[in-house]
């Protein structure tokens, strides 16, 4: 298989990239930033000209200082041909050991010696050690997996000039890699977790998450079941992770009795009780009658339910609920779960910080030429977009907020906009409403506050509560979330939620009811809906606007049969935003817009995952195709869910079929030979469906 090309980016200053990494070591949080290559090019009529020129790159096999040597090595096969004007006379291979907190770094002097050593924090020297070298390993595995590209080259557009290559390609270096996690596992929380996991712990961590998403892309479920046996046997909490892929490999009754049994053991393990009430969610919805869906859900809610309880303070479980209570259509119940997720800052992934380059030389490979794909750079920077569709706050969610937002699209999608604002206002106090009775109630006596009244982190403060104090100016009020989201008028205007809960009904103990109480009947009824979740509905209001307006002016041009001009830009934020909205079809249409005008990754990616949920085997190769050359193109041969696309097809479809399709699309071969590399991995790990 050919290899990416190799991008450079040259430096002002001799050995700036080297030394803006160890300034940068101290800061980093999470797996470390990709791999740096430096390398010293050396005139060959003038051996005094010196230029330092770097790369990143993630994938390469980080097990000893001999196998980071032999990648250098072969970068100066080319560079120092016969022709050269220049040669590679020095490289500096760096790689972070997260787990030790240091920076492992191997000095080839070409010809000459191999030195290894590394750097802490501090920007000190450390000798190497084994134990070392196996923590880097691993962590360089689990870089690879978490900074790969999902198709869609949002990852690869962060950062400028990155090599990704698979680090797993056969079953030797996977018995390696598991090995590795297996001495190292129980010291995978120092990791840290994704952020939607406030605590790592030893199964919900980097490691355990790089460990699960291999799994699935590779479809070698047999391996991981053996290694999580194995560890389960010095932990029970390990069973979970093994339920996890027992429920992957379609085995779900052994998968059910290692929950079952593990529960009588840790009754309160939240990560065990999500992992049932996910099961139980996924299979009513697959439910064949309204008795069984409902029945599941029951079931599903006690285990939701019980994971909040288990841990309060970790956003799975309380979102696994509100998922639930979605599912069973409690709308109510549902807002006021959500509004009890625990949201935490999203830490990004560590990246490079490095001083400008002076030159960035970006090649291409001859093998990804593609005219479709060739003319994408040139258009997609000259093209305008509309301010309205640029400011749409809900595209840059990560982490608990673009999941928290998520259940609220699906909320929205489900029953509408006008009856999420009724049901908002029946469980949330509302700003007159508040404002109303606190101005009755100093009148009488200051109210008693507690947990229950407030929620579970709330203050009727009306400025923490959204009053005037919106995180951005020209925000809509609650207010004017009430009024028609059409921008020409021909939407029915949303009626404003009135306030209907009677003192009576609401409190119980009528005989201890006193005039004051009276006064303060809605705060003790209700909840106040958290800032965060407050601006949730703001966003929501501008995402529903923007869609609507949208739609409306393609249906007025539709019945006047005029063009409905966009750019690929505009097309492409359009239809983000009808998927974040959860309108599929809509989404798809304004995809296909965007790819009608140029090539977009993005768009591509999103046809792509409807053509998988409809079984469009042609569609999906004729995708994987492109997806895999733009990718291959800006350095990356692998692409986790690219390779899980393709498995799953070989899987339903046979490898032979597969392959044949691929061969018979009309496109040259040397693009064609890079998506059978993806398919080739699939032989290699003997995955269900391939030859023998």
Known sequence: MVAPAVPDLTEEVLHESIDARTESLVSLRELGPPDLVHLLKQGVRNPARQTGIYHHVTGVDASSSASLAAYINTLTYKDNGPNATAKIVEGVYCCYNALSRLDMRVHVSIPGTVESYCVDERGEKRKASDELWLETYLCSVLRAYSYADDGSGSTIRKIVGVRRFNPVTNTETEHRFLHAAEQLFFRGWQLGSDSVVQVPTNVANHLTTGLLKYFETTGRYASGINLFEKLRGQSVEVSSLLAKVLFMGNEEVAGIKTLYQSLQKTPMDYVMLDTQAEFLLKKAQKAETPELKEERLQMALGCADRGTVAAPS??????????????????????????????????????????????????????????????????????????????LRASAYRGTFKQA??????????????????????????????????????????????????????????????????????????????????????????????????????????????????????????????????????????????????????????????QYRKSAEEWEILGALAERLQHVDEAVEAYRACLALRFSPKALAGVLRVFEKTKSTRETIASVIRLVTWQYRWYSEFSPELLHTIRTLIEDEGAVKVRSIIQATSLPQNVLDLTHHYAALCATFRSSGTDG
């Not at 794909?373 to 977009?385: A, G, K, L, T």
């Not at 029915?492 to 005039?515: F, G, H, L």
């Open 314 to 391: 970790e956003f799975k479980t309380w979102a696994r609920l509100a998922q639930v209570y979605v599912a069973m259509e409690d709308w109510e119940n549902a807002l006021t779960t959500l509004n009890s997720c625990p949201m935490f800052t999203y830490q990004d992934k560590d990246t490079p910080v490095m001083p400008e380059p002076k030159e960035v030389h970006l090649p291409i490979l001859a093998d990804t030429r593609l005219d479709d794909i060739d003319s994408e750079p040139d258009s997609r920077f000259s093209e305008q977009v509309d301010a309205s569709l640029h400011g």
């Open 405 to 562: 937002y998520s259940i609220l699209t699906e909320m929205t999608a489900k029953i509408g906009w006008d009856q999420l604002l009724k049901i908002r206002s029946t469980v949330f106090v509302m700003e007159d409403e508040y404002r109303t009775e606190k101005q009755e109630a100093t009148h009488t006596v200051a109210p008693k506050r507690s947990p229950s009244v407030d929620g579970l982190r709330g203050t009727p403060d009306p400025a923490v509560n959204g009053d005037g104090a919106s995180d951005d100016e020209g925000e809509p009020s609650r207010e004017n979330l009430a009024k028609t989201l059409s921008g020409d008028g021909q939407n029915s205007a949303v009626e404003k939620p009135s306030n209907t809960i009677d003192p009576r009904e609401v409190k119980a103990d009528s005989e201890n009811t006193t005039s004051n109480d009276e006064h303060l009947s809605k705060l003790n009824t209700k909840r106040l809906c958290e800032r965060w979740l407050d601006s949730l509905f703001m966003v929501l209001y501008e995402d529903l606007r923007v869609y609507t307006i949208w739609r409306t002016q393609m249906a007025q041009y539709r019945a006047q049969q005029i």
